[in-house]
């Protein structure tokens, strides 16, 4: 079944929505970092794998030219769109806290919050490369290519688990993050090549009911443990039990990304609708850099008062409401101060690495 686009850009409605829900955890997670709530750990396991699955899900392409100059613009485009902003935004927000010398942005390992951007362009980056290598060998198919791929996305995982790229090097260009979540990015791609198999799993109720009740015992142990990533639930101290942990939180993330995308595919026709909430959701879906790259700033100015609601109490309902309608409020305001930045070309261009911006050359 061929999913319902919703505009002549041929964009999915519910795949659009769920990223705006995956920026709205995000947001709310942001809210939460001081205070590692229970339902803050629930969104842990889940909420930075979505984001890179749906990133190699829509990244997923048939039919594309593969050529060594379609290969340098694509990479070319990604260094201006993603990184230039990325870099200059967060530069910026160091100043800004002054938290630490600015040039100790480059050798942190979250740069200040924006690793996500810099880890993803990477993955881009292995992806084009990778679709460019096969489709010079003989007899390639998109099909070999998706598996191999998939592998690949495997051995990184495998490096992520034995701390390879935790380097100063890997700090600076961030691949110690990039190999800590490949493996998602590369789900991602597996099951948008495969959509109607992966589909057809999430509208399977046995499936993804099997799928929740084994989050949920895995969530048990994260919480249990009093552990943000869950790597206490069969014993830290050894290398065996690292490895058995990290396996078992990885494996919370597919279990999550399956059960989320089983809610958006369900309500799928809602999404291909133009009511308000859909069209809401799937605006912030297609605006999820401006988010990422400026909702720091406004958590800067985040009213003092409701703090104790956010971080101060146990109370999961208070959590819940209190903390996605100042979630929905800060990308509101992030998404007013985007289309603030987007009046000036420049800033936009820079900033936000803006798209349909063209800059004049002065004469």
Not at 95 to 109: K, Y
Not at 150 to 179: Q, S
């Amino acid at each position: 079944m061929t999913p319902k686009m919703t505009n002549s850009n041929n964009r999915i409605g519910y795949i659009d929505a769920l990223r705006g829900f995956t920026m709205l955890l995000v947001l709310f997670s942001h809210l939460y970092i001081p205070n590692i709530t229970p339902l803050n750990k629930c969104f842990v396991l889940f909420r930075m794998p979505l984001f890179f699955f749906v990133s190699g899900f829509i990244s997923m392409r048939r039919e594309q030219a593969w050529e060594l100059p379609n290969l340098v613009t694509r990479v070319g485009g990604k260094v201006r769109t993603m990184v230039v902003p990325a870099i200059g935004v967060g530069l910026i927000y160091t100043m800004v806290c002054n938290a630490f010398p600015i040039t100790n942005f480059f050798t942190h390992p979250y740069k200040m919050g924006y690793w996500f951007t810099l880890a993803l362009f990477n993955m881009l980056v292995v992806y084009y490369v990778a679709r460019y290598l096969h489709a010079r060998s003989k007899g390639s198919s998109v099909q070999s290519f998706v598996g191999w791929f998939m592998a690949l996305g495997i051995l990184n995982f495998v490096l992520h688990i034995y701390g390879a790229a935790h380097g100063v090097l890997g700090r600076v260009l961030t691949l110690d993050k990039t190999v800590e979540y490949m493996h998602f990015f590369a789900f991602g791609v597996l099951c948008s090549y495969y959509s109607d198999t992966f589909n057809r799993i999430a509208r399977s109720a046995l499936w993804v009911i099997s799928a929740a009740v084994l989050f949920f015992a895995i969530l048990y142990g994260v919480v249990a443990t009093q552990n943000c990533i869950g790597y206490e639930i069969g014993g830290y101290g050894t290398h065996w039990g690292y490895l058995l942990n990290t396996i078992i939180v990885n494996g919370a993330g597919i279990l999550g990304i399956l059960c989320v995308y089983a809610i958006f595919l369900h309500l799928a026709d809602f999404f291909s609708r133009n009511g308000v909430v859909a069209r809401s959701m799937q605006y912030v879906g297609r605006n999820t850099l401006d988010i990422y790259l400026l909702h720091y700033f406004v958590l800067l100015g985040f009213p003092m008062f409701l703090y104790p609601y956010v971080i101060g109490t146990t109370n999961i309902l208070i959590q819940i409401v209190v903390g996605f309608t100042a979630a929905a409020v800060v990308m509101a305001v992030t998404l007013l101060l985007s289309r603030i930045i987007r009046l000036n070309d420049y800033l936009a261009y820079y900033l936000l690495g803006a798209r349909d911006v063209k800059l004049r050359s002065k004469r």
